[in-house]
């Protein structure tokens, strides 16, 4: 039986003294705050380049939330749907490489053609041949098979060909040349399209078997990412996306803006990298507030008080004539698209696609932290983790590393265990992470804003 | 004659051979993730970081061993600094249980919760273990380093093909053998291995028959970390210790399970040695075995390779891909002990 934190059998009652709203309120006020204060203390490039990632990482945080905190679904490949999203960065914006294209465009969209053709037929043989008795496991492999061997004949020397064009710069197919803001959109459908295929798989199984499948599909398609340069360039990396906002230099160059930097009293190059911030921000905020409207909707709705029912007791729901799998189905789509969204909107902020950089300590984990730590079923619980989680696991490194130097400041500057511990400073983040989430899950599994009883 | 020869001794070398010492290594891996689920009801996603602290301890205690001097050549000193990484693993699972799962178990809380908790504790582990010995590569095999060298196979037999059987590939098999030997023998024949089985069956009635939880419960965390040393060690003095690739090892671990069928030891062993065959033999390029068999170059100049090994981990997903969908129970339908 699947129990969730939330469901009321074995969640603790809710014994806030303050009034939810008011106590809210003030969490966001205080991560508010600490923003601020990095802007004064730091400086304010600073605190809006954190800022950013904390609205992306929020959106991360309410696909996540989407899949657990309604449905209770366990979700341990939030790095691969992120990746490809930022996939989709790669493949919208970026101009495409016409040499590459024509010397083997043909080769690798026949290639993948017939896999999918391939796909497709081996699915329908295995579906017919449900009384063929051994020789439907002999059809479907034969197929499997000869469309594999035939898509890699097909593939591979115009792969070859796509990858020797011009190595260095650039050695894949390149994108379509579009806006990269469409690859948000973009970004999304190719996370639900994976998130449908796993879901298809390892749904209706145990719970186990949905977070070993992510485990596996969010590992393939780093390797995918890392490999296949034709595609993605691989380990080479694709730098220089395009923007949705103003570039530096141009804003340096115009004589409004430097007017306008002068009225400020700032330095034209601060100036600049701080509106370009600000014009990320703006953009980022439109899409939460978007994602979070549209969660919030759907969770009022009839489907969420459904989707409620089906996490808290599953044989009930399923008594009532509700299609568990289905709706799991659903809503791991849904929350796989959030993600990316999210995905493609990091890509669009670094402005490169570099598939070395998916870790799932920071793709994974960290969001699931953030989920559990703002409260688990809350969208603004999801957020606000979001923004905490973000803010802390930037400032950890230098936080564990100041608690380093103090500890040992007794032990002379080359004392070995000194050397060793402040060199060590830098995993303090896999531990403290790992602590975050066991102590939340033990002494406060609701979260931060938990959920509010409908 | 000789270039049938020829080809089987390239399969022998490249997959049957590793294939056996990789395969064991699973299979010791898988069976300790099937026990804990079997009895704790829960797919332990700390079991690689557990691995992996366990031969952190066997190579500190193997280092200290060499800095003294003593070595068992020409057998790895590894082998004999192992009971310190067994006690090291058994204290520390002990001391997870003791202050993590208990609590959930009182709560009777579901298996999606013991999921979360097990990552959890898979990272204090891991950053424990890089704040002890650092993210590098270290190698800790000494002694002989073949059993049988390629050159030595090749002018005793006359072939052009070498078979190679490194000692640490010997030492796993043997080891390997020896160590499910004593498991199955335990289970089967000791009251408390009963017990355990009981345990595993059926909770409620177990209880009823007066079987305590919390010893069972422990002694699935002992055996587990025992099993998990081993398998780490074994693992590191075939490659080489590297925190970070025992992460990495719990998707083809979790797929020898549940290719075997989650909880059934048996399935387990069985389920090891599917995905270490077919991950070697997917991702080989049978191009020289073509070459003796129908002559060079009659099937173009490809590598004939089904898939690059940079996807070796690919094959545990799609095997489990194929299970999950043909056989959702595993080969030997699962969840007995």
């Given at each position: 039986m699947t129990q969730h934190p939330n469901s009321p059998a074995t969640g603790p009652k809710s014994t806030a003294q303050m009034a939810p709203a008011q106590r809210?309120?003030?969490?966001?006020?205080?991560?508010?705050?600490?923003?601020?204060?990095?802007?004064?203390?730091?400086?304010?490039?600073?605190?809006?380049?954190?800022l950013n990632m904390c609205l992306i990482s929020a959106i991360m945080a309410l696909g996540v939330n989407i899949q657990w905190g309604y449905a209770g679904l366990f979700n341990v490949g939030v790095m691969g749907f992120a990746a490809l999203g930022g996939l989709a960065g790669v493949v919208i914006s970026?101009?495409?490489?016409?040499?590459?294209?024509?010397?083997?465009?043909?080769?690798?969209?026949?290639?993948?053609?017939?896999?999918?053709?391939?796909?497709?037929?081996?699915?329908?043989?295995?579906?017919?041949?449900?009384?063929?008795?051994?020789?439907?496991?002999?059809?479907?492999?034969?197929i499997v098979v000869i469309g594999y061997i035939l898509m890699r004949s097909l593939a591979d020397p115009s792969v070859d060909a796509i990858e020797a064009v011009d190595p260095a710069r650039t050695g894949y197919l390149g994108g379509l040349g579009l806006p990269i803001i469409l690859s948000w959109l973009v970004g999304g459908i190719f996370a639900a399209a994976a998130a449908w295929v796993v879901g298809k798989i390892s749904l209706g199984l145990r719970a186990d078997y949905l977070a070993i499948a992510t485990l596996g599909i969010s590992e393939i398609i780093i390797y995918v990412l890392k490999f296949e340069d034709w595609l993605s360039r691989g380990v080479k990396n694709v730098t220089g996306l395009p923007r949705p906002v103003p570039y530096e230099i141009d804003l340096q160059a115009n004589s409004w803006f430097i007017a306008f930097a002068d009225h400020l009293n700032l330095p034209l190059v601060d100036a600049s990298s701080l509106v370009v911030k600000i014009c990320y921000a703006l953009?980022?905020?439109?899409?939460l507030l978007a994602v979070l409207w549209l969660s919030e909707t759907a969770l009022r709705s009839p489907w969420g008080r459904m989707m409620r029912a089906i996490?808290?007791?599953?044989?009930?729901?399923?008594?009532?004539?509700?299609n568990v799998t289905k709706q799991h189905l659903l809503?791991?789509?849904?929350?796989?698209?959030?993600?990316?969204?999210?995905?493609?909107?990091m890509v669009t902020l670094d402005g490169q696609f570099t598939p070395t950089s998916y870790q799932p300590l920071r793709f994974t984990f960290l969001i699931w932290v953030m989920v559990i730590a703002g409260g688990s079923g809350n969208n603004w619980g999801a957020v606000l983790g979001g923004f905490l989680?973000?803010?802390?696991?930037?400032?950890?490194?230098?936080?564990?590393?100041?608690?380093?130097?103090?500890?040992?400041?007794?032990?002379?500057?080359?004392?070995?265990?000194?050397l060793h511990l402040l060199e060590s400073a830098a995993h303090t983040r896999l531990m403290t992470m790992g602590v975050i989430l066991l102590l939340v899950l033990r002494f406060s599994p609701r979260g931060l804003i938990p959920e509010s009883r409908r | 004659?000789?270039?049938?020869?020829?080809?089987?001794?390239?399969?022998?070398?490249?997959?049957?051979?590793?294939?056996?010492?990789?395969?064991?290594?699973?299979?010791?891996?898988?069976?300790?993730v099937t026990m804990i689920y079997a009895v704790l009801r829960f797919s332990n996603f700390g079991h690689g970081e557990i691995m992996s602290f366990g031969t952190m301890l066997v190579i500190m205690a193997t280092f200290a061993m060499q800095d003294v001097g003593i070595s068992i050549s020409p057998l790895p000193t590894a082998l004999l600094a192992l009971p310190v990484g067994i006690l090291g693993a058994v204290g520390l699972c002990l001391l997870i249980d003791r202050y993590v799962y208990k609590f959930y178990r009182q709560q009777r809380a579901s298996p999606v919760i013991y999921l979360i908790v097990s990552i959890g504790t898979m990272f204090i582990i891991g950053g424990l273990i890089r704040f002890i010995i650092g993210p590098k590569d270290r190698n800790f095999a000494d002694g002989e380093r073949f059993i049988m060298k390629a050159s030595a196979f090749k002018a005793n037999t006359g072939l052009a093909e070498g078979l190679a059987i490194k000692t640490a590939q010997g030492v796993t098999v043997l080891t390997t053998f020896v160590v499910v030997g004593l498991v199955f023998w335990f289970l089967n024949y000791t009251r408390t291995g009963k017990s355990m089985r009981a345990f595993a069956d059926n909770e409620d009635l177990a209880l009823l028959s007066g079987i305590d939880p919390d010893r069972v419960v422990r002694i699935t965390w002992i055996i587990t970390a025992v099993l998990a040393t081993i398998a780490g060690t074994l693992y590191g003095l075939d490659k080489s210790y590297k925190p970070l690739?025992?992460?990495?090892?719990?998707?083809?671990?979790?797929?020898?399970?549940?290719?075997?069928?989650?909880?059934n030891p048996l399935g387990a062993i069985a389920g090891g040695f599917v995905i270490a065959f077919s991950e070697l033999a997917i991702t080989f390029a049978y191009k020289k075995v073509a070459a003796y068999l129908i002559g060079d170059g009659v099937l173009g100049d490809g590598l004939l390779q089904l898939l690059s090994t940079d996807y070796k981990f690919a094959v545990s997903f799609m095997i489990l891909v194929i299970v999950l969908l043909v056989k959702p129970t595993g080969i030997f339908s699962g969840k007995t002990l």
């Amino acid at each position: 039986m699947t129990q969730h934190p939330n469901s009321p059998a074995t969640g603790p009652k809710s014994t806030a003294q303050m009034a939810p709203a008011q106590r809210n309120i003030l969490l966001f006020t205080g991560m508010a705050s600490l923003l601020v204060m990095v802007g004064v203390l730091q400086s304010w490039n600073v605190a809006f380049s954190i800022l950013n990632m904390c609205l992306i990482s929020a959106i991360m945080a309410l696909g996540v939330n989407i899949q657990w905190g309604y449905a209770g679904l366990f979700n341990v490949g939030v790095m691969g749907f992120a990746a490809l999203g930022g996939l989709a960065g790669v493949v919208i914006s970026m101009p495409p490489v016409d040499a590459a294209w024509a010397a083997g465009g043909l080769g690798v969209v026949m290639g993948l053609a017939t896999g999918i053709v391939t796909l497709v037929l081996g699915m329908m043989v295995w579906r017919r041949g449900q009384s063929w008795g051994r020789w439907r496991y002999a059809a479907t492999g034969a197929i499997v098979v000869i469309g594999y061997i035939l898509m890699r004949s097909l593939a591979d020397p115009s792969v070859d060909a796509i990858e020797a064009v011009d190595p260095a710069r650039t050695g894949y197919l390149g994108g379509l040349g579009l806006p990269i803001i469409l690859s948000w959109l973009v970004g999304g459908i190719f996370a639900a399209a994976a998130a449908w295929v796993v879901g298809k798989i390892s749904l209706g199984l145990r719970a186990d078997y949905l977070a070993i499948a992510t485990l596996g599909i969010s590992e393939i398609i780093i390797y995918v990412l890392k490999f296949e340069d034709w595609l993605s360039r691989g380990v080479k990396n694709v730098t220089g996306l395009p923007r949705p906002v103003p570039y530096e230099i141009d804003l340096q160059a115009n004589s409004w803006f430097i007017a306008f930097a002068d009225h400020l009293n700032l330095p034209l190059v601060d100036a600049s990298s701080l509106v370009v911030k600000i014009c990320y921000a703006l953009l980022f905020t439109v899409v939460l507030l978007a994602v979070l409207w549209l969660s919030e909707t759907a969770l009022r709705s009839p489907w969420g008080r459904m989707m409620r029912a089906i996490r808290d007791n599953e044989t009930a729901a399923n008594a009532m004539g509700k299609n568990v799998t289905k709706q799991h189905l659903l809503v791991f789509v849904l929350g796989s698209a959030v993600i990316g969204v999210a995905g493609a909107m990091m890509v669009t902020l670094d402005g490169q696609f570099t598939p070395t950089s998916y870790q799932p300590l920071r793709f994974t984990f960290l969001i699931w932290v953030m989920v559990i730590a703002g409260g688990s079923g809350n969208n603004w619980g999801a957020v606000l983790g979001g923004f905490l989680i973000w803010f802390f696991w930037i400032e950890a490194e230098p936080i564990g590393l100041w608690l380093m130097d103090v500890v040992t400041s007794g032990l002379p500057p080359t004392h070995w265990l000194r050397l060793h511990l402040l060199e060590s400073a830098a995993h303090t983040r896999l531990m403290t992470m790992g602590v975050i989430l066991l102590l939340v899950l033990r002494f406060s599994p609701r979260g931060l804003i938990p959920e509010s009883r409908r | 004659m000789d270039a049938v020869l020829n080809a089987l001794v390239l399969i022998g070398n490249y997959i049957v051979v590793p294939g056996l010492a990789y395969g064991s290594q699973l299979a010791l891996g898988a069976l300790g993730v099937t026990m804990i689920y079997a009895v704790l009801r829960f797919s332990n996603f700390g079991h690689g970081e557990i691995m992996s602290f366990g031969t952190m301890l066997v190579i500190m205690a193997t280092f200290a061993m060499q800095d003294v001097g003593i070595s068992i050549s020409p057998l790895p000193t590894a082998l004999l600094a192992l009971p310190v990484g067994i006690l090291g693993a058994v204290g520390l699972c002990l001391l997870i249980d003791r202050y993590v799962y208990k609590f959930y178990r009182q709560q009777r809380a579901s298996p999606v919760i013991y999921l979360i908790v097990s990552i959890g504790t898979m990272f204090i582990i891991g950053g424990l273990i890089r704040f002890i010995i650092g993210p590098k590569d270290r190698n800790f095999a000494d002694g002989e380093r073949f059993i049988m060298k390629a050159s030595a196979f090749k002018a005793n037999t006359g072939l052009a093909e070498g078979l190679a059987i490194k000692t640490a590939q010997g030492v796993t098999v043997l080891t390997t053998f020896v160590v499910v030997g004593l498991v199955f023998w335990f289970l089967n024949y000791t009251r408390t291995g009963k017990s355990m089985r009981a345990f595993a069956d059926n909770e409620d009635l177990a209880l009823l028959s007066g079987i305590d939880p919390d010893r069972v419960v422990r002694i699935t965390w002992i055996i587990t970390a025992v099993l998990a040393t081993i398998a780490g060690t074994l693992y590191g003095l075939d490659k080489s210790y590297k925190p970070l690739v025992y992460m990495h090892l719990l998707l083809p671990i979790f797929a020898s399970a549940i290719v075997g069928g989650v909880g059934n030891p048996l399935g387990a062993i069985a389920g090891g040695f599917v995905i270490a065959f077919s991950e070697l033999a997917i991702t080989f390029a049978y191009k020289k075995v073509a070459a003796y068999l129908i002559g060079d170059g009659v099937l173009g100049d490809g590598l004939l390779q089904l898939l690059s090994t940079d996807y070796k981990f690919a094959v545990s997903f799609m095997i489990l891909v194929i299970v999950l969908l043909v056989k959702p129970t595993g080969i030997f339908s699962g969840k007995t002990l």
